[in-house]
T-cell receptor, first 115, second 116 residues
Framework: AQSVTQPDIHITVSEGASLELRCNYS??????LFWYVQSPGQGLQLLLK??????LVQGIKGFEAEFKRSQSSFNLRKPSVHWSDAAEYFC?????????????FGSGTRLSIRP | EPEVTQTPSHQVTQMGQEVILRCVPI?????FYWYRQILGQKVEFLVS????????KSEIFDDQFSVERPDGSNFTLKIRSTKLEDSAMYFC??????????????FGPGTRLTVL
């Protein structure tokens, strides 16, 4: 079945430590891939997106993600987290390659930062 | 930077009442969307709208739901007879639609709907 999986429901890291949030997708062809962040009580902000080309994508706020076709993964990374990074992170896909299409979200990973 | 706006930020209603959630998409965007997020769950697609008609809708978007673009700026979601399970955060989104699907979908801040 087509799906977006974020296996980690909740992750806690220390401020200044590195971060990796996992995302796997299951679609016949590689969909467009996204990471969104949702701070408490806020809307969804796009961190980065991958459509094609270079498999390492740079985003806002110091985040990057690497697309690995062989693993059907699109993991989000940050070398050094800040307390303000505490939020819910959603991996998402657009499987249909058209302007009218919808975004399918994963279940999210809640990131907590330890002082 | 242009942004999607939504009103109200929080709406409380009684079960069985009609509610209208309002959105102002980014100017010149052509594709509009509604998503919802039940507390503690993932964001789910409801409906997409283009050229004054629904492009796609999910199983959630039954006959109790309708969308409309009443003028050149607003995009509304109506729930005719609200149920307790309609309590959720509702997000509006818009996309320019000029890059064959590679343009960004921008989300509004959401409207929290509480059905009592």
């Amino acid at each position: 079945a087509q799906s977006v999986t974020q296996p980690d429901i909740h992750i806690t890291v220390s401020e200044g430590a590195s971060l990796e949030l996992r995302c796997n997708y299951s679609y016949g062809a590689t969909p467009y891939l996204f990471w969104y962040v949702q701070s408490p009580g806020q809307g969804l902000q796009l961190l980065l997106k991958y459509f094609s080309g270079d498999t390492l994508v740079q985003g806002i706020k110091g985040f990057e993600a690497e697309f690995k076709r062989s693993q059907s993964s699109f993991n989000l990374r940050k070398p050094s987290v800040h307390w303000s990074d505490a939020a819910e992170y959603f991996c998402a896909v657009d499987p249909s390659y058209s302007s009218a299409s919808k975004i399918i979200f994963g279940s999210g990973t809640r990131l907590s930062i330890r002082p | 930077e242009p942004e999607v706006t939504q009103t109200p930020s929080h709406q409380v209603t009684q079960m069985g009442q009609e509610v209208i959630l309002r959105c102002v998409p980014i100017s010149n965007h052509l594709y509009f969307y509604w998503y919802r997020q039940i507390l503690g769950q993932k964001v789910e697609f409801l409906v997409s709208f283009y050229n004054n008609e629904i492009s796609e809708k999910s199983e959630i978007f039954d006959d109790q739901f309708s969308v409309e673009r009443p003028d050149g700026s607003n995009f509304t979601l109506k729930i005719r007879s609200t149920k307790l399970e309609d309590s959720a955060m509702y997000f509006c989104a818009s996309r320019a639609g000029t890059s064959g699907g590679t343009d960004t979908q921008y989300f509004g801040p959401g409207t929290r709907l509480t059905v009592l």
